[in-house]
T-cell receptor, first 108, second 114 residues
Framework: QKEVEQNSGPLSVPEGAIASLNCTYSDRGSQSFFWYRQYSGKSPELIMF????GDKEDGRFTAQLNKASQYVSLLIRDSQPSDSATYLC????????FGTGTRLKVLA | SAVISQKPSRDICQRGTSLTIQCQVDSQVTMMFWYRQQPGQSLTLIATANQGSEATYESGFVIDKFPISRPNLTFSTLTVSNMSPEDSSIYLC???????????FGPGTRLLVL
């Protein structure tokens, strides 16, 4: 059973801090990785995707991939209360596999 | 990114009836998927909607219960048949763009079965 695992949280961080969200995957054949943000009552929204080892930055978001450790992370700098949501990690080999999500709470 | 619409956005249905959910994408996409999401849970893939052929269902989902159509590259429907309260959930359509190699989601259909 191929899996993507995330800590369900909630992860609470103060406003302005860095939020670090982590994800591990079991399928070594996974080629690409995605982070989605889902607000309560809304559908998932793609934030970032990453294919290569290392870091990928987009504004306040940085995705990190370590294929040797089968580990993906998402860093959110200068966290805002509006970042409070559930963050879903997904991997793709021949199909998408989603994690159960980490609930982030940014405290004002 | 692909823009996806779904109809209806929500519905309340009686046990034993069927509901068809429509999904429209604003551009041609390689693949379309149907997911279910129970409150507080992650996404469960129901099936891949294949254009011009039968959908590919995941374990635990069958065509008689969830018939799917995909008549062209921008449109798909999912029918939830002979509904029971256990079918109450959010049903999400998604589209995969081969060019961008990313998957985008529609706004979802919130279904309550009484």
């Amino acid at each position: 059973q191929k899996e993507v695992e995330q800590n369900s949280g909630p992860l609470s961080v103060p406003e302005g801090a860095i939020a670090s969200l982590n994800c591990t995957y079991s399928d070594r054949g996974s080629q690409s990785f995605f982070w989605y943000r889902q607000y309560s009552g809304k559908s998932p929204e793609l934030i970032m995707f990453i294919y290569s080892n290392g870091d990928k930055e987009d504004g306040r978001f940085t995705a990190q991939l370590n294929k040797a450790s089968q580990y993906v992370s998402l860093l959110i700098r200068d966290s805002q209360p509006s970042d409070s949501a559930t963050y879903l990690c997904a991997s793709r080999a021949y199909k998408y596999i989603f994690g159960t999500g980490t609930r982030l709470k940014v405290l004002a | 990114s692909a823009v996806i619409s779904q109809k209806p956005s929500r519905d309340i249905c009686q046990r034993g009836t069927s509901l068809t959910i429509q999904c429209q994408v604003d551009s041609q996409v390689t693949m379309m998927f149907w997911y279910r999401q129970q409150p507080g849970q992650s996404l469960t893939l129901i099936a891949t909607a294949n254009q011009g052929s039968e959908a590919t269902y995941e374990s635990g989902f069958v065509i008689d219960k969830f018939p799917i159509s995909r008549p062209n590259l921008t449109f798909s429907t999912l029918t939830v048949s002979n509904m029971s309260p256990e079918d109450s959930s959010i049903y999400l359509c998604s589209a995969y763009s081969g060019v961008q190699e990313t998957q985008y989601f529609g706004p979802g259909t919130r279904l309550l079965v009484l």
